[in-house]
């Protein structure tokens, strides 16, 4: 969730300051951006050299660098910011944030900041439990502000009770989990099949396709990045899932993955059947490996039972059911005629004839087609452009 994003961290002076180190660490270890800014008395508890060095860029203290003449322009700092936490939060600096006051170059970069902004108290036990303290934090929570709440336990005084920082590892968790929530597929599970089907002969052979999983793989992906809970029920593929937090379930065969989706099905408020499942698979499978023989060798194949179509008539209202459909000829009227017949939400409609589409290559080129048959034509894309895509109509969906 924190991957990619800028984060602006402010120092207040308290002794908790010296948690900011490991903060930083987190904050760069979860694949954040992080510049630092630090109050003029911060610096008395933690070297802004130490900061700099952990978060690989300058640390600002004042609006002017005297020995370079340079101006930190706080209205850059706080545009360049995807979120901003304050950590340690000092009872003074909440006073200022309260009460609009700018005295140094974090309570200036606070005012203009626009982001999500997340505070972290950190203060001696009656100092937290001054009424001046709560009604700093009421009035600041109730400009947007996010607080991140003070742990119970030993105070650096001696004392024992509230007001000690949240631990750096509960801020991160912390903050995660709120840019989690504010996802718009946060809450939503969503079942994904990927990749291609093997259909065991013999022990050592298989009727296979050419899926890569790429498609499946990258539907996971923007999907969990959107914050869906995602299953990914995965065909034999190559493919790793770049999100975390995807629950992978690796299935051979037609059969394998109908079990895992008829498992995970009546939880899942969207299914997204990507796989390229088999429609065939031997009657039997020979238990020891065939051997040569002269003349030619006749496999009997049986239909493979169709999972999507099994899920269309299992799907309760509200789920959301969308199928695949690769052809080579009349695509629309087949893509249509398996819409119905699946009783599905959504097709994606591929075309072979389409140069760049279609399986192992990077690329794709769709045509979204809802059960009220609304058809939308997209441009030949990336395949996690395509994804995109895909997920932003799905997120129409269940706005609906
Ligand atoms: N599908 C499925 N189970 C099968 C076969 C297909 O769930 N046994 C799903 C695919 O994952 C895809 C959709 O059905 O989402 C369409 O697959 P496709 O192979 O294009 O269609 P079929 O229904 O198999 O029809 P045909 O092969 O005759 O075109």
């Known amino acids: ?145 996010i607080m991140v709440p003070p742990g119970n336990g030993e105070l650096a005084s001696g004392l024992h009770g509230e007001g000690r920082m949240a631990e750096p590892e509960e801020i991160v968790a912390f903050l995660t989990n709120d840019v989690k929530s504010k996802l718009p597929l946060y809450g939503f599970s969503i079942l994904v099949t990927a ?63 109908l079990n895992a989706c008829l498992q995970h099905f009546n939880n899942a408020r969207v299914c997204v059947m990507c796989a390229a499942v088999a429609d065939y698979t031997p009657a039997e499978v020979a238990t020891q490996k065939i051997k040569k023989q002269d003349g030619e ?18 799907k309760s209202n509200g789920q959301l059911l969308i199928g695949f459909a690769l052809e080579t000829q009349n695509e629309e009227q087949y893509a249509i005629e398996k819409l119905q017949r699946k009783n599905l939400d959504l097709i994606v409609l591929n075309s072979l004839n389409d140069s760049g589409a279609g399986f192992k290559s990077d690329t794709n080129k769709v045509t979204l087609i809802d059960s009220a048959l609304t058809k939308t034509v997209y441009d030949l894309k990336s395949k996690t452009e395509v994804a995109r895509d895909i997920c932003t109509r799905i997120v129409e969906m269940i706005k609906q």
């Open 1 to 145: 969730m924190l991957e990619n994003k800028n984060i602006l961290l402010g120092v207040c002076g308290s002794i908790a300051a010296y948690k900011s180190a490991t903060l930083v660490r987190l904050l760069i270890k979860a694949g954040a951006n992080v510049q630092v800014v630090m109050t003029p008395d911060a610096t008395s508890f933690i070297t802004p050299l130490t900061l700099s060095t952990l978060s690989k860029n300058p640390v600002y203290t004042k609006y002017f660098e005297e020995e370079t003449g340079e101006w930190n322009n706080h209205v850059e700092l706080g545009l360049w910011a995807d979120l901003m936490i304050i950590a340690p939060a000092s009872a003074n600096t909440m006073a200022k944030m309260a009460g609009g006051l700018v005295d140094n170059l974090l309570t200036a970069i606070y005012l203009s900041a626009k982001c999500p902004v997340y505070f972290a108290p950190a203060m001696d036990l009656d100092m937290w439990k001054h009424d001046s303290t709560g009604s700093n934090i009421g009035k600041i929570q109730a400009y947007g502000n």
């Open 297 to 314: 060798l006749n496999i009997t194949l049986k239909k493979t039972i169709d999972i999507l179509k099994t899920l269309g008539e299992q």
């Open 195 to 257: 990749g291609p089907t093997y259909e065991a002969i013999d022990p050592v052979r298989f009727i296979g396709n050419h899926s890569s999983g790429k498609m499946g793989f990258a539907l996971a992906d923007e999907l969990a990045a959107l914050g869906a809970d995602v299953t990914l029920i995965a065909g034999p593929t190559a493919q790793v899932c770049k999100q975390k937090g995807i629950e992978r379930i690796d299935v051979v065969s037609a059969a394998d993955m």
